[in-house]
């Protein structure tokens, strides 16, 4: 979603700004920082250190009529010849994300392991000189916030977004002159490289850091080096967008945003000087290209991510000024959100690995914002299916969005967003029912269906597609990094309420003990049975909420 000072627009591949007004979004909450730390190690016990007064919601399971059981498809057994493939890509605890902002309860935002973390650009040098990092008036202090997700086991990565009013009029793309020579953002790569030199790992000289003298209206401030805090961070937000300017240019074209990577990078490979770009204050951190609006249009970003290899191979020799390729994608139907199946996911996402693959060899890729509405009227919206209240469907068609990058080879997901904030008569509104948490504060289902994923498999990477034998069952493995362990996830593909009744599935001769995990509302680490292993498989019952089957041997 595209933020552009205290204007939001709401961001799709297909469909441009939206009309409706918009809460707030600017560093006006209070509560930031830590209410309880987290250690996200994804045994079967942990409950990802939340509050348990806060683990109530309205709006569970059983709403709507009864659902309608597939009775007919047939149990036909798995095979598991393909289980067995080399786990790869991102622990499980890594890889799932979520967006949200520094006032969020640390307690809260362990439900992801990563967190992409919206933090305008002028709300730490804008009217004040960098480093503001604290605030009084809006009770937020990112030195204390960082250090409290560290102490968490959350990995996070600052958004630097939004423009400053003393560059470019404050406006987009920000650049100082001619928006297609690296030279012109001198103050954002000189922003990027305090940043980096305060939070990241390398400790960088005093004498090239900055320091808040001049500003009145700050507490005092250390200057602090090699934090060890942020291994990530991301310059900018959807400056892709072909909604805002007359005749559909982008914000920033391709060519400028290749010039306001490299400077950003490394000071344009050191030629601006010593104290631009996030290489330069730590080379053992990592850029993440602004994410792209138009993750859902593989065509139009593709030409985007050409346009900056392009440049990049005639103005610094091939070395492509950023490390993670940066995608958001909606399900967006007619007129409502639509399952991650209903759109082929899957072979969207592979059109980037894939290009990925033939271009950037190395580059991670990403897609740090998906989700959909609870609010059934939006855009965005999720219906209820059957049993499955709009609650639950949002938990299972982020799940079943996470598995489908995950088969794609996407790096890291990152849900949109922890909280919904008020929004009055907006609420129909596309992304302002998104939160895994409602404006009462109440966790809704895919917070706890989310978290009770992360934490079982967390120190699991994907590992295969296993054929099901079955039209209406999906099966993919996983693979333990701490053992021979791993597990298998079950579900059905569909949204007409489809159960598949005693489906037979295959385990490994080695497999002496299986564990259903059932991914329910109200449970932050699902609800946990025993199955037995008869004639090398188990038994189990598959619906449209992914299921995981645990093994000591996979």
Same mark, same amino acid.
């Given at each position: 979603m595209l933020r552009l000072g205290s204007v939001t627009c709401v961001v799709l591949a297909t469909a441009g700004c939206g009309g409706g007004s918009r809460s707030g979004e600017g560093p006006g909450h209070d509560g930031g920082g830590s209410d309880?730390?987290?250690?996200?190690?994804?045994?079967?016990?942990? !409950? %990802? *250190?939340? &509050?348990?007064?806060?683990?109530?919601? /309205?709006?569970? +399971?059983?709403?709507?009529? @009864? #659902?309608?059981?597939?009775?007919?498809?047939?149990?036909?057994?798995?095979?598991?010849?393909?289980?067995?493939?080399?786990?790869?890509?991102?622990?499980?605890?890594?890889?799932?994300?979520?967006?949200?902002?520094?006032?969020?309860?640390?307690?809260?935002?362990?439900?992801?392991?990563?967190?992409?973390?919206?933090?305008?650009?002028?709300?730490?040098?804008?009217?004040?000189?960098?480093?503001?990092?604290?605030?009084?008036?809006?009770?937020?202090?990112?030195?204390?916030?960082?250090?409290?997700?560290? !102490? %968490? *086991?959350? &990995?996070?990565?600052?958004?630097?977004? /939004?423009?400053? +009013?003393?560059?470019?009029? @404050? #406006?987009?793309?920000?650049?100082?002159?001619?928006?297609?020579?690296?030279?012109?953002?001198?103050?954002?790569?000189?922003?990027l490289f305090q940043y980096a030199a305060r939070y990241g790992?390398?400790?960088?000289?005093?004498?090239?850091?900055?320091?808040?003298?001049?500003?009145?209206?700050?507490?005092?401030?250390?200057?602090?080096?090699?934090?060890?805090?942020?291994?990530?961070?991301?310059?900018?937000?959807?400056?892709?967008?072909?909604?805002i300017l007359p005749g559909g240019a982008p914000l920033e074209s391709a060519t400028a945003m290749a010039a306001n990577c490299s400077a950003d990078y490394d000071g344009d490979q050191g030629r601006m000087g010593p104290t631009f770009g996030i290489k330069q204050a730590d080379p053992t951190a990592k850029m993440v290209l602004a994410g792209m609006s138009q993750g859902g249009n593989p065509t139009a970003a593709l030409a985007y991510l050409q346009g900056i290899l392009d440049w990049s191979n005639t103005h610094r020799g091939g070395s492509v000024p950023f490390d993670v390729i940066n995608l958001h994608n909606y399900n967006v139907g007619t007129t409502s959100g639509v399952s991650p199946e209903s759109t082929n996911l899957v072979a969207t996402m592979k059109k980037f690995t894939a290009w990925r693959d033939a271009n950037m060899a190395g580059k991670e890729v990403w897609v740090t914002e998906f989700g959909f509405d609870t609010n059934s009227a939006s855009p965005l919206g999720?219906?209820?299916?059957?049993?499955?209240?709009?609650?639950?469907?949002?938990?299972?068609?982020?799940?079943?969005?996470?598995?489908?990058?995950?088969?794609?080879?996407?790096?890291?997901?990152?849900?949109?967003?922890?909280?919904?904030?008020?929004?009055?008569?907006?609420?129909?509104?596309?992304?302002?029912?998104?939160g895994l948490i409602d404006v009462n504060n109440q966790r809704k289902a895919a917070y706890y269906m989310v978290n009770a994923f992360r934490s079982r498999l967390a120190t699991m990477r994907y590992a295969a597609e296993v054929t099901s034998g079955n039209a209406n069952v999906d099966i993919v493995s996983f693979a333990d990094t701490h053992g021979p362990g791993g597990a298998y996830v079950l579900w059905a593909p569909t949204s007409n309420a489809t159960v598949v009744n005693g489906y037979s599935l295959p385990v490994p001769a080695a497999a002496t003990t299986a564990t259903q995990v059932l991914l329910v509302d109200q449970q932050l680490t699902g609800t946990a049975s025993p199955l037995t292993i008869m004639g090398g498989a188990v038994t189990v019952d598959v619906s449209e909420t992914p299921t995981l089957v645990i093994l000591d041997h996979l």
């Amino acid at each position: 979603m595209l933020r552009l000072g205290s204007v939001t627009c709401v961001v799709l591949a297909t469909a441009g700004c939206g009309g409706g007004s918009r809460s707030g979004e600017g560093p006006g909450h209070d509560g930031g920082g830590s209410d309880g730390t987290v250690g996200p190690d994804g045994s079967t016990s942990h !409950d %990802a *250190g939340h &509050d348990a007064t806060r683990d109530s919601k /309205g709006g569970g +399971p059983g709403e709507g009529g @009864g #659902g309608s059981h597939d009775s007919g498809a047939s149990a036909d057994a798995a095979t598991n010849s393909d289980a067995g493939s080399a786990a790869k890509g991102t622990l499980i605890n890594t890889f799932v994300g979520v967006n949200g902002f520094n006032w969020n309860a640390v307690s809260d935002l362990a439900v992801a392991g990563s967190l992409r973390e919206y933090t305008d650009w002028s709300w730490t040098e804008g009217t004040f000189p960098y480093p503001h990092n604290e605030d009084d008036w809006y009770d937020w202090n990112h030195d204390a916030f960082y250090a409290s997700l560290t !102490d %968490a *086991g959350i &990995d996070p990565m600052p958004c630097i977004e /939004g423009p400053v +009013p003393f560059v470019n009029d @404050g #406006g987009i793309p920000p650049a100082s002159g001619d928006p297609t020579q690296p030279a012109s953002y001198a103050a954002h790569a000189d922003h990027l490289f305090q940043y980096a030199a305060r939070y990241g790992g390398t400790v960088v000289g005093k004498s090239l850091l900055k320091d808040d003298a001049g500003n009145p209206w700050a507490f005092p401030e250390p200057t602090l080096t090699g934090q060890k805090e942020i291994r990530y961070f991301e310059n900018g937000n959807e400056v892709d967008a072909t909604w805002i300017l007359p005749g559909g240019a982008p914000l920033e074209s391709a060519t400028a945003m290749a010039a306001n990577c490299s400077a950003d990078y490394d000071g344009d490979q050191g030629r601006m000087g010593p104290t631009f770009g996030i290489k330069q204050a730590d080379p053992t951190a990592k850029m993440v290209l602004a994410g792209m609006s138009q993750g859902g249009n593989p065509t139009a970003a593709l030409a985007y991510l050409q346009g900056i290899l392009d440049w990049s191979n005639t103005h610094r020799g091939g070395s492509v000024p950023f490390d993670v390729i940066n995608l958001h994608n909606y399900n967006v139907g007619t007129t409502s959100g639509v399952s991650p199946e209903s759109t082929n996911l899957v072979a969207t996402m592979k059109k980037f690995t894939a290009w990925r693959d033939a271009n950037m060899a190395g580059k991670e890729v990403w897609v740090t914002e998906f989700g959909f509405d609870t609010n059934s009227a939006s855009p965005l919206g999720v219906p209820t299916i059957g049993p499955n209240s709009n609650f639950i469907v949002q938990g299972q068609w982020i799940l079943r969005s996470m598995l489908a990058m995950l088969e794609a080879g996407i790096d890291r997901a990152y849900i949109y967003w922890l909280a919904d904030q008020a929004c009055g008569a907006y609420c129909a509104d596309m992304f302002n029912t998104c939160g895994l948490i409602d404006v009462n504060n109440q966790r809704k289902a895919a917070y706890y269906m989310v978290n009770a994923f992360r934490s079982r498999l967390a120190t699991m990477r994907y590992a295969a597609e296993v054929t099901s034998g079955n039209a209406n069952v999906d099966i993919v493995s996983f693979a333990d990094t701490h053992g021979p362990g791993g597990a298998y996830v079950l579900w059905a593909p569909t949204s007409n309420a489809t159960v598949v009744n005693g489906y037979s599935l295959p385990v490994p001769a080695a497999a002496t003990t299986a564990t259903q995990v059932l991914l329910v509302d109200q449970q932050l680490t699902g609800t946990a049975s025993p199955l037995t292993i008869m004639g090398g498989a188990v038994t189990v019952d598959v619906s449209e909420t992914p299921t995981l089957v645990i093994l000591d041997h996979l």
